[in-house]
């Protein structure tokens, strides 16, 4: 982890330290977030390495760290790795001909690399899919419901369970009986989400929850996973393409290039970082530049190779 | 106009039982995308296997020969046989193909049609057995009084089974919790893994519960036509049912199988002799044919929802 306040830029060929921007806003925010991290690791994942089909090496040694009741961003563009980094720690890789084939993976202490989906939902952690994924031809309220199939309880704890995600998710309750897949794309993302709720997850791994939806539903999304982290302490590890959003809405963040964390540090750090900006967010310093002016690769190849 | 009712509820009646064989293809293509050749075969297997076990079962345990204890012990060995030949074929056959084409899926049932039988044959042997439910299959003296129609009292019976079974299963799928995880699985299977439903004990419950569908059909075909192995070609018969239905719908399944009970007898009986009869073997399958051309996902098939 780095210290606090810094950004730390990893790559083979770090030439002059990379890029730091340790300017005074971010020493500022000398969060206690690291340190809590390092107190109590809670999800870990060390140096993972993923190998599709036995062949196609998609992460290359992969490593981070989800405090206790943070929210964790993680980001990259497509195919740099994100979904696969929580399917490996959901271990949903399996279905998918995927295989970690070295690091390992904790929660809480114990390795979770060899566990069945099953296993990892009962001890509270869950992933809400990419692309949503609800059971189309089910009513809301079924999804809700099958949510809470790894728990045993009675039928009055799980009305409650539901009524809890009708609290967050007004709009649900509204669609309760209506076909899921016939609900609109907030709606499924919000019931994907609902849906994790009932299994009464510890950790909820995030995948691409802004997909497909106008800004105002997923910031209407962002503000419930928010809320559910303040006030359930469900920590959240959140694959995002959506870099702003995501790191308005997270305390940490990492980078991942080509299967590589190439870069983390803390939210507001990244956010006015100069390359992230660059790269991600479309933004520069002078403002709008030419793409003639930029020597765009010489930057980008400092954090690739 | 009472013979017409006669044929028609003669149709109707005999429908629900290729509903029954097409419900045990229903289950397993629902739930894990296998189209199981092997129905049939399994339908054979469990008819046989109890038939086996009312003849042995006597010798073995000083039972009276055709009692009632005898019957329900056999029906149990028998259920316990198609429990344990479902879950062995999940465990040996579709695991270690599981993410697949469907058609290796569907190839590896094939297959596994040929292992059902021989094996089946190879422990109670080949040649052709009676089964008795205790139920005659002779005309409802009531019906035949009061409106002069000929039903018989066995079809009676058979369709009733046949009914309750139905009603239990429905409310199996639609209200309890493993029903909803039968059903998640059919719609997702990878959104099923990551709310924590394990695919595994599900696929097992499914083809435990085809295995009992199976036996239930099995039985009352072989009483009706005697256990043989034309027993296997019932699940030729489901077919049309299945395509007409919908391969996912288990109210379909049993709509199709009334729909090709009622028309292929009315086929039979009104249009046969214009074209020199037997015309009942065919007319399902032109049917079906037809019905794809309108309707490819059948009646109740489940609609691929598309938001647009």
Known sequence: MPAPGTLQTLSRHDRGGGTETTGEDSAMNTATHTEAAQATPYLSINNVEVIYDHVILVLKGVSLQVPKGGIVALLGANGAGKSTTLKSISNLLRAERGDVTKGSIEFKGTRIDQLTPNDLVRRGVIQVMEGRHCFAHLTIEENLLTGAYTRKISRTELKDSLEKVYHYFPRLKERRSSQAGYTSGGEQQMCAIGRALMAKPEMILLDEPSMGLAPQIVEEIFEIVKDLNAKEQVSFLLAEQNTMVALRYSDFGYILENGRIVMEGHAKDLATNEDVKEFYLGLSGEGRKSFRDVKHYRRRKRWLS | ?308
Do not use: C
């Open chain 2, 1 to 308: 106009m009472t013979f017409f009712f006669e044929v028609l509820i003669g149709g109707l009646l005999s429908g629900v039982l290729y509903a029954l064989v097409a419900l045990g293809f229903v289950l397993i293509f629902k739930a894990s995308g296998v189209f199981n050749f092997a129905q049939g075969a399994m339908v054979f297997f469990a008819a046989l296997t109890f038939v086996g076990f009312t003849e042995v079962l006597p010798g073995w345990t000083g039972l009276a020969e055709g009692g009632r204890a005898v019957f329900w012990l056999a029906f149990l060995l028998a259920l316990g046989s198609m429990i344990v030949l479902g879950i062995a074929t999940e465990k040996v056959v579709l695991r270690p193909l599981v993410n697949q084409p469907a058609i290796t899926l569907f190839m590896a049932t094939i297959g596994l049609t040929f292992l059902v039988e021989g094996i089946a044959q190879g422990i109670w042997g080949t040649s052709v057995r009676g089964l008795d439910l205790g139920i005659q299959d002779e005309p409802i003296m009531w019906v035949l009084d009061r409106a002069d129609m000929i039903v018989s009292k066995f079809d009676v019976f058979a369709a009733a089974v046949a009914l309750v079974l139905f009603i239990v299963l429905a409310l199996l799928f639609q209200y309890t919790r493993v029903g909803r995880a039968l059903r998640a699985v059919a719609d997702d299977h990878q959104a099923a893994l990551s709310v924590g439903i394990p695919l595994k004990h599900i696929w097992a419950i499914v083809w435990g519960v085809a295995g009992f569908v199976a036996l239930v059909a099995g039985l009352i075909w072989g009483a009706r036509n005697g256990v043989q192995f034309a027993l296997t070609f019932t699940a030729l018969k489901a077919l049309p049912v299945l395509i007409l239905g919908g391969f996912t719908s288990v109210p379909g399944a049993i709509l199709g199988g009334l729909i090709i009970g009622a028309s292929e007898k009315l086929a039979e009986v009104y249009v046969g002799p214009f074209v020199g009869g037997g015309i009942e073997s065919w007319f399902p399958y032109i049917l079906a044919l037809l019905f794809l051309l309108v309707r490819p996902e059948g009646l109740f098939g489940e609609k691929h929802i598309d938001r647009v």
